[in-house]
């Protein structure tokens, strides 16, 4: 009956209003048979229902409402905002926002955007195209007079179209201004935008300060319409491709990126709602300026010092000459990226298990009892419990059933405190541990109760590295909370300077090939072959092996002994490279 009511409903509709003219009435119209869903409206069933005399309004009123109003004004307004930076100027740029309303699925609410080719300044919320989730135009505006154009959909509707299917995006932005073209200019060759250590950094979604921005750099055609069909097919085989580059965008290669530069051009950024995608625009336009300013001024922004850019292994300055030393005294050109393990690599295993491991079991309780409200700690209760319930149902020893929130804090703490007990003890390398754990240290390090120790030629390595331009990377089983406390509190001062980012086991496991397969994707590099991996573990080098990254093991005191003929080359100290 559902399915018969909707076919007739829907022809109804078709009947009433496609073949006329389109008057702000007929622009109401549906080309699918699953219609939008709407508050009241069963799921799959058509928004215009039947009555005695025809197809009622219910699509016109939904479509009237003042969610759909308030988004049309907000569009205007913040076109007008963004003209005024600068950003869609000379009709250019564009901006799409999806229609938030609680009773509809994210990927079917109605989208709004701003037409092509008019003047971003001057519209009103009725110069606006709405569209479905699937992309079918809904209501187009009606024409102005002369001198003004004739409405058109906007070109870069296929690509807005492509972040809302694949990032779930709740709006997306085009901007075209100055900063985003010229920053893609300071180096003709390069395939992406990189910048670490500012404080705007902080600002673009799952980023920090210590960590390295990623923008992947595509190439400019004359017409932007040429996205559609390459788009399509790119999408189908996992990529991101436009015809006017040759150039294959991964998506699984930049896993954390909200933006896409296209050279001489403008910039693509796309987030959960508007408030998000414009806060990132702002930040990705001041890091772009600041760019341009500090290449100005003959330093280098995308290394942690932003020193002179002569020193650095960028693009634009010749790359410095280092190397590897094998045994003959025989050098081969040295990787642009070192990936660091920290135990028994940078720092002495007792470091980690006779301070930090106790520290943190000594203090879970006070620290749970103390901080329990909190959304950190709330967020890490909510991990453990997920890890629990999963080591109960696999019979994993100490593991210790967490008693509802309702039983009482002193109950759920003391649970918590059993289980975190047994995973210390354990060893084990889980998110939920360690994300704990970073938090107690970090406690531990604000109240100089801890400091990071390091073998004494670490430091010296590090600033070494740095110095030559070559990128500094951590990879450990600890949290990257943990990773920038550790480095961040040393004897010889903040050693956070010398590194671009940091890895924990969010990415993978440390003994796949898989996590080293990730990181090589994400650090951008030409060759999982230019980045070298330091560890003390011969799994972890095997792993890292299969990926094609260089490896070499770390021979240090307290480390297990290596297995016979294990094929790596080994080093007793940094300084040895």
Known sequence: EINAHRQKSNSLFAAAFLPASRTPLSRFYLRTTNAIPHCGVAKGESMAAVNGSGVSLASQAYMEGNAVKETRALVADLCRQFYSLGWVSGTGGSITIK????????????????????????????????????????????????????????????????????????????????????????????????????????????????????????????????????????????????????????????????????????????????????????????????????????????????????????????????????SSHNSEPFPCCILLDIEGTTTPITFVADVLFPYARDNVGKHLSATYETEDTQEDIKLLRSQVEDDLAHGIDGAVPIPPDGAGKDAVIAALVANVEAMIRADRKITALKQLQGHIWRTGFQNNELKGEFYNDVPEALQSWHALGIKLYIYSSGSRLAQRLVFGNTKSGDLRKYLSGFFDTNIGNKRETSSYVQISESLGVDSPSEILFLTDVVQEAVAAKAAGLKVMISVRPGNAPLPENHGFKTINSFLEI
Not at 228 to 245: G, R
Not at 297 to 325: E, F
């Open 99 to 326: 229609v938030h309303d609680d009773c509809i699925p994210k990927p079917q609410q109605l989208i709004l955007m701003s037409p092509s080719g008019v003047q971003k300044e001057r519209m009103e919320a009725e110069d606006m195209y709405v569209m479905s989730g699937n992309g079918s135009i809904l209501y187009a505006p009606s024409p102005k007079p002369y001198p003004h154009k004739p409405p058109k959909c906007s070109d870069c509707a296929p690509l807005f179209m492509k972040a809302y299917e694949m990032r779930d995006a709740g709006a997306v932005i085009h901007s075209h201004g100055m900063e985003s073209c010229l920053v893609t200019m300071l180096n003709p060759s390069a395939k992406e935008f990189r910048i670490t250590h500012m404080e705007m950094i902080k600002g673009i979604k799952g980023h920090g300060y210590y960590d390295e921005l990623v923008v992947p750099i595509i190439e400019n055609t004359a017409y932007e319409n040429e996205l559609t069909e390459s788009l399509t097919k790119a999408v189908n085989i996992c990529y991101l491709q436009f015809s006017y580059s040759t150039l294959l965008l991964p998506i699984e290669a930049y896993p954390k990126t909200t933006a896409v530069l296209v050279r001489n051009h403008g910039i693509y950024v796309w987030g959960d709602t508007w408030i998000s995608a414009k806060t990132q625009s702002e930040c990705y336009h001041y890091l772009f300026d600041a760019a341009i300013k500090l290449h100005q001024m003959g330093l280098d922004w995308s290394t942690p010092s932003h020193g002179p850019i002569q020193q650095a292994r960028g693009a634009i300055s010749a790359p410095v000459k280092a190397g590897l030393k094998d």
